[in-house]
């Protein structure tokens, strides 16, 4: 049935757009990426590890092999598409959180929030201080932008 469906939203995608669609276009290319990392977390789903891993390593085998060249104007859409799936991450994994458990643990979750941070923050501080010559002030405030968005630069390594 979901077979089915998939054949027919390319058809439809096929008469619209005609050239992008068409086998070796860069919809289908994006498309079949779809199917293929949502039928490897499936798979990887009987294995009992979370579906988003077999999703990970289905797209970082089809990058590799050279399936997947996404050029012209369809850059724009997978960075749109990389910061929704981000989003969605992220809003599954806040969606699993326990509340009762987090009120119980809010001791632990406080330093697993702050510690890193700030432990951030003061070595940028440090660094930039004695190897760059930046006044503290600045090293902390180096920091703190840095801290703030190394999480960022993690999730979205270059390709």
């Known amino acids: 049935m979901v077979g089915i469906?998939?054949?027919?939203?390319?058809?439809?995608l096929f008469c619209l757009m005609e050239e992008p669609a068409a086998p070796g276009g860069q919809l289908f290319t994006l498309g079949v990426l779809f199917v293929v990392a949502q039928v490897?977390?499936?798979l990887v789903h009987f294995l009992h590890l979370p579906p988003l891993l077999g999703m990970l390593v289905a797209g970082i085998a089809l990058r590799n092999i050279g399936f997947i060249n996404?050029?012209?104007?369809?850059?724009?859409?997978?960075?749109?598409?990389?910061?929704?799936?981000l989003v969605i991450?992220?809003?599954?994994?806040?969606?699993?959180?326990?509340?009762a458990a987090l009120r119980k643990l809010k001791?632990?979750?406080?330093?697993?929030?702050?510690?890193?941070?700030v432990v951030e923050i003061a070595s940028i501080a440090?660094?930039?201080?004695?190897?760059?010559?930046?006044?503290?002030?600045?090293?902390?405030?180096?920091?703190?932008?840095?801290?703030?968005?190394?999480?960022?630069?993690?999730?979205?390594?270059?390709e």
């Open 126 to 158: 440090v660094l930039t201080h004695y190897l760059l010559d930046f006044p503290w002030i600045w090293g902390f405030l180096l920091g703190s932008v840095l801290a703030a968005v190394s999480p960022v630069c993690s999730v979205w390594l270059p």
């Open 40 to 42: 490897a977390g499936w």
């Open 5 to 12: 469906a998939v054949l027919m939203a390319w058809g439809i």
């Open 89 to 99: 991450i992220l809003i599954r994994a806040g969606l699993e959180l326990d509340p």
């Open 70 to 85: 996404i050029s012209g104007g369809y850059i724009v859409v997978t960075a749109v598409l990389r910061q929704a799936a």
């Open 107 to 117: 001791g632990m979750v406080f330093r697993l929030a702050v510690v890193p941070s």
